[in-house]
């Protein structure tokens, strides 16, 4: 019984000390962006734009960027709207107009409507999923556990005494 009692207090230490991670697949972060603004508050401004008659598209060349570029921390210096100038730009990576995007090896591309919205994105080489820790899960696991070693412990409580009665 101290034996058993000893090793549901040693896991349900470890459990406490242990978080529960939800994931977040490149898919499900690439879909949180709908429009310019979310997109350049999370990338920044892109490296190229190629425009037709109803759709623009915006291209974010991963190949040789700094860990701080990647994670959209630069190049953030403009707010941005459906009617977007680059003329006004101030950034440290120089947008290109192009009539073609560069061959790039690594990059994210996304495509958007006369009004800014997102109509779909591609990416080649690039993976943006996520880890976060979520406290609630962990906290509400290690309850279940904890709910779970009391029954356990009155259960045998209840065995033994009705074992000593007899």
């Not at 009391?150 to 005494?161: K, P, R, T």
């Amino acid at each position: 019984m101290k034996h058993l009692m000893f090793g549901l207090a040693f896991i349900s230490t470890l459990m406490l000390f242990g978080c529960s991670k939800v994931i977040y697949s490149h898919q499900q972060v690439m879909g949180k962006y709908q429009n310019k603004d979310g997109i350049v508050n999370r990338f920044g401004l892109p490296t190229e734009i190629m425009r037709d008659d109803n759709t623009e598209e915006w291209v974010y060349n991963y190949d040789a960027l700094s860990k701080e570029q990647k994670n959209g921390t630069l190049n953030k210096t403009e707010s941005i709207n459906s009617t977007y100038n680059i003329a006004d730009s101030s950034t440290k990576i120089n947008t290109k107009n192009v009539a073609q995007f560069s061959p790039f090896k690594r990059f994210i591309k996304f495509t958007f409507d006369k009004k800014g919205n997102t109509l779909k994105w591609d990416s080649h080489g690039v993976n943006l999923t996520t880890r976060t820790i979520s406290t609630g899960k962990t906290i509400g696991f290690v309850l279940l556990l904890i709910a779970g070693s009391a029954v356990v412990v009155v259960g045998l409580a209840i065995a033994a005494f009705s074992g000593a009665v007899h």
